[in-house]
């Protein structure tokens, strides 16, 4: 099964999810503390300040306010220019209100990292790239231009050049170092976010296909007891109709019919209503179904166990559970994907222990990413000539993450390593020289018969649709 293309959200996606009111009440509490801090400035402090071009930069901010209010509805959510030109406006109204009262004289400065902040989390790169240019040009112009702050007596209110010129390093730096640190942070959370998304995507599919399958199979089991009565009434009725041929003739295509569904119904329920083999299977049998459909595209898939592990119809029955399914089919596909020739599957169990091992023959995995496979969207073994050889494979780098997650899931532990050198020149088709998968668990958490999810051997229980 080809792995399947999933919507995943980009940031300007993501930046539409932002709704207008939010960003208006987030203006409200800016507008009520510049409010405070300029009453407290005038009537606590005694400050000299223009208060008429202060009240008139923030009187601009609530009318702004008052008019998204208005005329927009309560659940409109910006898109990503509307929300660059609003974190843009705050922007250039703090810097107003900061060049009118002291520039970087004013301890308030620091809040010119806010706007960046916000854009680092919600925005595009690009669009952060142009807050934080903008605000490193507003700090700078305010570091040279501005209204001096003036006590009640008339004296300046400064603090010396070279703290001046301090300020404006730790703000040009804090806005280049939050930003990133936002902007990483928040892009490895929206990440993982999608990667997860995709995850329960793929588990639901296959539950829904497991799902299915015992559904086919009750209603073959429930649908055999009314054809059975339509073959005995039909049967009776062939022969007690032989003195009228026409209706003798419909009696047995009744009959003839309900042997036809019959055997249709036995086809589709072969396993029964609610046999154990809908909810476990032989450890190499599931290993088997996982791995179909990659079995036949050109590479040699070969199923082994290990013979110190005992007989082959000694191994464990395991729990048919989809999260084992998909999460093994989306291993051998990768090893499918990047093998030369063949891949193996080999299997080995103990007591305590269930481990399989998905060995490639190709240039296995570079060791700069061997620490972070599993990571969702860590493209892997995509050299120049993958790229050649394989220029249909356009993997997302979710296939293994899907993979670790799923199988960690069922209670397994993954490690990943490589056969060889991945970038040796003396690899061979056919040798166990590419990269190595190890799934390892605990037989408790899978076996059907032993442990903590057993069920009885030869009991099939009622199955509730």
């Avoid at 223009?50 to 702004?64: D, Q, R």
Wanted: aromatic share 6%; glycine share 8%.
């Amino acid at each position: 099964m080809a792995q399947p293309e999933f919507g995943l959200l980009d940031g300007q996606q993501r930046s539409n999810w932002i709704r207008l009111r939010t960003m208006i009440v987030l203006r409200w509490v800016a507008i009520v503390g510049q409010l405070i801090a300029l009453t407290v400035a005038q009537h606590l402090l005694g400050l000299q300040i223009e208060l008429g071009l202060c009240y008139l930069a923030v009187g601009i901010s609530a009318i702004g306010n008052l008019i998204a209010i208005f005329v927009f509805p309560e659940n409109k959510r910006l898109t990503e220019s509307e929300n660059l030109l609003m974190v843009l406006f705050d922007l250039l109204q703090l810097g107003f209100l900061l060049a009118l009262t002291g520039g970087l004289n004013n301890p308030f400065a620091m809040l010119m990292l806010g706007p960046v902040t916000i854009s680092a989390a919600v925005l595009t790169t690009r669009s952060t790239i142009l807050v934080g240019a903008t605000a490193i040009v507003i700090v700078t112009v305010l570091s040279e231009i501005h209204m001096p702050l003036r006590a009640k007596d008339g004296d300046v209110l400064s603090i010396p050049a070279l703290f001046v010129f301090g300020n404006w390093i730790a703000m040009v730096i804090a806005i280049c170092f939050i930003s990133l640190y936002s902007r990483r942070v928040t892009s490895e959370i929206h990440s993982m976010s999608d990667a997860l998304s995709a995850t329960q995507l793929a588990l639901s599919r296959e539950q829904k296909l497991t799902d299915l399958g015992g559904v086919v199979a009750a209603a073959a089991h429930e649908l055999g007891t009314p054809l059975a009565t339509i073959k005995l009434a039909s049967s009776e009725l062939i022969g007690e109709l032989t003195d009228q041929p026409d209706l003798q003739e419909d009696a047995a295509l009744i009959s003839q019919q309900a042997d036809r569904c019959r055997d249709i119904l036995r086809d589709m329920g072969r396993t029964g209503k609610d046999d154990l083999h809908m909810r476990q299977a032989p450890l190499m049998t599931v290993v088997q179904e996982a791995a179909e459909p990659h079995a036949n595209r050109g590479k040699s898939v070969l199923y082994t166990h290990d013979p110190d592990a005992g007989e082959e119809m000694d191994q464990p029955a395991i729990l048919r559970k989809p999260e084992i399914i998909h999460g093994l089919r989306n291993l051998v596909q990768n090893a499918v994907d990047f093998a030369r020739s063949t891949v193996w599957v080999e299997a080995h169990w103990t007591d305590d222990h269930i481990t399989l091992r998905i060995i490639d023959d190709g240039r296995g995995f570079p060791p700069q990413v061997l620490g972070r496979i599993g990571d969702p969207f860590v493209g892997h073994r995509k050299t120049n000539t993958d790229r050649a050889q394989r220029p249909e494979y356009n993997g997302m780098g979710l296939g293994l993450f899907i993979a670790k997650t799923l199988l960690e899931r069922s209670g397994a532990e993954l490690t990943f390593a490589n056969g060889a050198d991945p970038y040796g020149e003396h690899q061979q088709e056919g040798l166990h020289t590419g990269a190595i998968v190890k799934v390892t668990w605990p037989r408790g958490k899978v076996d059907a018969l032993n442990g903590e999810n057993s069920v009885k051997r030869g009991k099939n229980e009622k199955l509730t649709v």
